[in-house]
C-alpha cells in the first residue's frame, strides 16, 4: 500500500485551474461577496466611492469592506494579518480578485471610513429583517467591559496622582534631609548612595513630579478624573483595567444583535433609555419588551423608556435594600405601601407616614414622608429604624418604578430569559477574542465594534439559515 499522492508541482495541466474554483459553492464568503457588492457604498459614506480622473488608481471600497468582512469573520483583524491573507489564503484570493493591498492602505480605509461601517451593520439587519430572523418583541440589553489599546500602566486617575505626587514629596524631603547632613559633616554619606547618585536621584523624582503635576492641570482643565496615556479615550473599567463600555441590544428570537453600541461610562446606568430606544428603531418596532440586569435600574431612564412605548423588565437593585446606615436589617423599602390618593405611606405597623417636605439634589426631585409621633410610641422601632423615628424618600418618578416593578414580579422568567439571550453575543466574541480592541480613540472602537457585530450576525444567519437561503435573498433584494 502507498499513501495519498498529491499532485506533482512541475507538472503543466492543460486547462490550470480557475480562481472560481477555489471557492465551494456553499462558502461563506460567496455571501460577502454578494452582499458587499450589492452595497451602495457611496450612499453609505465610504470615501473614494467614485474612482479620482486622474493619478494611480485606489482600491474599491468594496474590495477593502469585503476584506475586512471576511477578515472578523475568521477572527483575522489586524491590517497586516489581513494582508498576509491576501497572498495565501485562496478564499480570499477569490474574494479580491487577487488583489494584494498593502497593510498601511488597509489599516488607512479602517480609520478613514470608521464613521460608516455602523450604516455597513444596518444594511445587513434589514437584509435579516425582510427574512424574518428578528421576532422584534422582546430585546435583551447588556454590557461587558473590552479592553482597549492602553495599559493600566499608562492610567492614572486624579486620586492615584495625588498620592504619587505626596510619595515623590517625601523622597524628595529624605533626598534633601539626607544631602544637607553631608553638607552638614563634610563627610561621605553614611548609606549606599554617594551625594551625586542623591542628586540624580532627586533629578529624576522633580522630573516625574512635574509630568503628575502637567497631567493634574490638564484633567482639573477638561474637568476629568482620570487620564488614559496610550489611548486618551479609554477609561479605568473594572475586569479588564483600562477599555470601554460595549453595550449591545440582543433580539431574543434568534439571539441577533439589534443595535451594539460603545461608550466610555463606567456603569450602565445611563444606557436603558438609548439602547432600547434604538433597538426600537431599527427593529421598527412601536411597541417593544426590554430585560435588563440591575445595572440599568434608574428611575429617570425607566420613566423616558415608558413614555417611548417600551415595556421594561429590570429589576432593582437590592445591595442595601432592608439594610439601617450600620448595615443592620431594618424594614425595606418595599415593605412600605404608597396610598396615592392621600398621597403618604403605609408603614408595616399600619401607620401612616404624612408627606413633610421636598427637595432637589443632583436632578432628582424627591418628597419626603415621616410621622414623627407615631415611630416614637411604635413596638417595632427597633426592626424599622435605627433614628427616633423612619424617613421615606419618593422620587418624582418613583410611580413609574413601582409600575416597573410590579411588571418583574408578575414576570420573573423574563428576567432569568435575559441571561439566555445575551450570553450567546458575548460569550462568541470573546471566544473570537474580539473582547480586547485593536485600535485606538472613540470612534475607532466603535468602527471596530459594528465589524465585530456585524460578523457575529453574519455567522449567526448563515448558521440559522445556510449559504443558499442567504445567497437567494441578496440576490432577490438586488
Ligand atoms: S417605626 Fe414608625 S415607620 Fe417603622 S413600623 Fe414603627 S411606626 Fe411604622
Known amino acids: ?66 476584506l475586512y468582512l471576511y477578515g472578523y469573520l475568521h477572527r483575522i483583524r489586524s491590517s497586516r494579518r489581513l494582508e498576509a491573507e491576501t497572498k495565501r489564503n485562496l478564499e480570499v484570493i477569490w474574494l479580491l480578485r487577487a488583489l494584494r493591498p ?25 437584509l435579516l429583517r425582510k427574512l424574518e430572523l428578528f421576532g422584534a418583541e422582546l430585546v435583551a440589553i447588556d454590557g461587558a467591559k473590552f479592553k482597549a489599546v492602553n495599559s493600566p500602566r499608562r492610567h492614572y486617575t486624579v486620586k492615584q496622582l495625588t498620592e504619587l505626587t505626596a510619595q515623590i514629596d517625601a523622597r524628595i524631603e529624605e533626598y534633601l534631609g539626607r544631602l544637607d547632613a553631608e553638607d552638614a559633616v563634610h563627610a561621605d554619606l553614611p548609606a549606599a548612595l554617594t551625594k551625586e547618585q542623591l542628586q540624580a536621584k532627586l533629578a529624576t523624582l522633580t522630573e516625574r513630579r512635574s ?51 460603545v461608550v466610555q461610562d463606567q456603569n450602565d446606568l445611563a444606557q436603558l433609555h438609548p439602547m432600547a430606544t434604538a433597538a426600537q428603531t431599527q427593529l421598527a418596532a412601536t411597541t417593544l419588551a426590554v430585560v435588563a440586569d440591575a445595572g440599568y435600574h434608574e428611575a429617570g431612564q425607566l420613566e423616558k423608556c415608558e413614555q417611548a412605548g ?10 442595601t435594600l432592608g439594610q439601617g446606615p450600620g448595615g443592620q436589617p431594618v424594614y425595606p423599602k418595599t415593605d412600605f405601601t404608597y396610598e ?12 401612616t407616614l404624612a408627606w413633610r417636605y421636598a427637595t432637589k439634589a443632583r ?10 409621633a407615631a415611630c416614637g410610641a411604635c413596638p ?62 472613540l470612534e475607532m472602537v466603535r468602527a471596530e465594534f459594528s465589524l465585530s457585530a456585524l460578523s457575529y450576525n453574519l455567522r449567526r444567519a448563515l448558521n440559522l439559515l445556510g449559504v443558499p437561503t442567504l445567497l437567494a435573498a441578496m440576490t432577490a433584494r438586488a
Open 363 to 372: 436632578g432628582k426631585a424627591r418628597d419626603y414622608y415621616y410621622t414623627v
Open 102 to 126: 498593502d497593510f498601511k492602505t488597509i489599516a488607512d480605509f479602517r480609520r478613514d471610513n470608521r464613521e460608516c461601517f455602523k450604516g455597513v451593520f444596518r444594511r445587513f439587519n434589514l
Open 340 to 351: 396615592a390618593a392621600q398621597d403618604r405611606y403605609r408603614c408595616p405597623a399600619g401607620q
Open 380 to 441: 417595632q422601632r427597633a426592626q424599622c429604624t435605627t433614628a427616633a423615628y423612619r424617613k421615606i424618600s419618593r422620587l418624582e418618578n418613583e410611580a413609574v418604578v413601582e409600575r416597573q416593578a410590579a411588571r418583574v414580579t408578575a414576570k420573573p422568567e423574563l428576567v432569568a430569559e435575559r441571561k439566555t439571550i445575551v450570553e450567546h453575543v458575548f460569550g462568541t466574541l470573546r471566544l473570537w477574542g474580539h473582547d480586547e480592541f485593536l485600535c485606538r480613540g
Open 211 to 261: 509630568r503628575y503635576q502637567d497631567w493634574q492641570t490638564e484633567l482639573a482643565a477638561t474637568g476629568q478624573t482620570e487620564i488614559s496615556l496610550t489611548d486618551p479615550d479609554s477609561r479605568g473599567q473594572k475586569q479588564v483595567g483600562v477599555g470601554y463600555n460595549v453595550q449591545v441590544a440582543v433580539d431574543a428570537k434568534h439571539d441577533l444583535i439589534a443595535e451594539p453600541a
Open 1 to 66: 500500500m502507498s499513501y495519498i499522492e498529491g499532485v506533482d508541482r512541475n507538472q503543466t495541466q492543460l486547462l490550470p485551474a480557475s480562481v472560481e474554483e477555489y471557492v465551494g459553492e456553499e462558502a461563506a464568503v460567496r455571501v460577502i461577496e454578494a452582499f458587499v457588492g450589492g452595497l451602495d457604498v457611496r450612499a453609505l459614506g465610504f470615501g473614494r466611492a467614485e474612482p479620482a480622473g486622474t493619478g494611480r488608481p485606489a482600491y474599491a471600497p468594496h474590495d477593502l469592506l469585503k
Open 310 to 319: 417600551l415595556t421594561t423588565y429590570v429589576p432593582a437593585r437590592t445591595g
